[in-house]
């Protein structure tokens, strides 16, 4: 018999700054590592022999839980990835809510007729998982495997294999979530689904969370603009500093009323920085501010920057907690790694 733990990666960016990551290579948050550390508890008197993961970075940074401690080789498997999302990758929720209410609602929660062009399709990325699984599995035949991937090709695979034709079947898992497969004459065999009981209430992600429970429960997600002439006032009232030409000002909206604001320029070499980012008084303590964060963060790396200035001193009590919760500080990296 042959035991397979699939693994969900840690929480990282677009977890909490709500951006949706299929292959857009994210880092892995703080309370993600924390993640890694209690699921390396677990696993401590657990006998693995062998440790595959998907070819990003934050599976990778996961995958440490099991292979450091054991010694073992990681074998990176690029058909592990996360779901291809073509033009939607790294766009915010509060985008896709705003302009496809009913494809992210599909995508969720009926993902047999999810499709957006250029994008994999269900059953795409559901069998490109399970190929590779088939293989991994017959190359460890009799032995102990962990796979780390991510949440959406993990249930993808796991609904073609016991619950064909039924998107409900298999639910959202937690990050770091494990399910346990055995495999014998051929066949695999459900042991245990998406089970967290290494993560404590704090170290939750689904638990700060709504969208997985279906269309009555509601988070906040945010969209985002360019300034407008008629923003002074907006930006006056969140404490906005001068800007130059060619510095990144985005209004961000909740809905229809703008609810904050982020501003950050390229410099030099690999750098980027934050200039400011705000909420309004009505707006702030409902965990926005991370998106804002992300709304900062992801586009200065996608223009290539590697490293995060912050130009001004940071005196908001709000910001400065903001900022240690995610572990920014000046000059700090914003590349994902593996350590």
């Not at 292979?67 to 058909?79: E, S």
């Not at 766009?91 to 896709?96: D, H, Q, S, V, W």
């Not at 073609?160 to 034709?165: N, V």
Request: glycine content about 10%; some cysteine; overall charge negative.
């Amino acid at each position: 018999m042959t035991t397979i733990y699939l693994i969900r990666h840690a929480e990282a960016e677009g977890n909490v700054f709500r951006r949706i990551h299929g292959q857009y290579d994210s880092c892995v948050t703080p309370n993600g590592r924390r993640q890694i550390a209690a699921l390396a508890q677990r696993f401590a008197g657990i006998p693995v022999d062998a440790v595959y993961a998907s070819d990003l970075k934050r599976t990778c940074l996961t995958a440490t839980a099991i292979y450091r401690q054991k010694g073992l080789p990681l074998h990176r498997d690029a058909r592990f990835r996360e779901v291809g999302l073509g033009p939607w990758e790294d766009t915010p929720f509060g985008e896709l809510e705003r302009r496809y209410p009913a494809q992210l609602h599909a995508f969720s929660h009926d993902s047999y007729h999810w499709y957006v062009e250029g994008a994999e399709c269900f059953l795409q990325y559901a069998h490109r998982f399970l190929a590779g699984l088939d293989d991994v599995v017959r190359l460890h035949e009799g032995q102990s495997i962990a796979i780390f991937s991510h949440g959406m090709v993990l249930r993808g695979a796991l609904i073609e294999l016991f619950f064909p034709g039924q998107d409900e079947g298999v639910s959202h898992s937690e990050n770091t979530a494990v399910t346990e497969l055995h495999w014998e004459n051929g066949s695999y065999e459900l042991i245990s689904l998406n089970d967290a009981t290494h993560l404590t209430p704090e170290l939750s992600t689904l638990g700060r969370q709504n969208w997985w429970r279906g269309s009555r429960y509601l988070d906040f997600n945010m969209w985002y603009r360019d300034v407008a002439p008629e923003d002074a006032p907006l930006l006056a009232a969140l404490g906005c500093p001068q800007t130059e030409p060619g510095d990144r000002v985005r209004i961000a909206m909740l809905r229809d009323t703008p609810a904050g604001m982020v501003a950050t320029r390229r410099l030099d070499g690999d750098e980027g920085a934050l200039l400011h980012l705000a909420l309004l008084p009505e707006h702030r303590g409902c965990g926005l501010a991370a998106q804002l964060l992300g709304e900062a963060i992801c586009p200065l790396r996608a223009g290539g920057a590697k490293h995060l200035r912050l130009l001004r001193p940071v005196t908001d009590k709000g910001t400065k907690r903001l900022l240690a919760t995610y572990g920014i500080t000046d000059g700090c990296s914003i590349v994902p790694t593996e350590e």
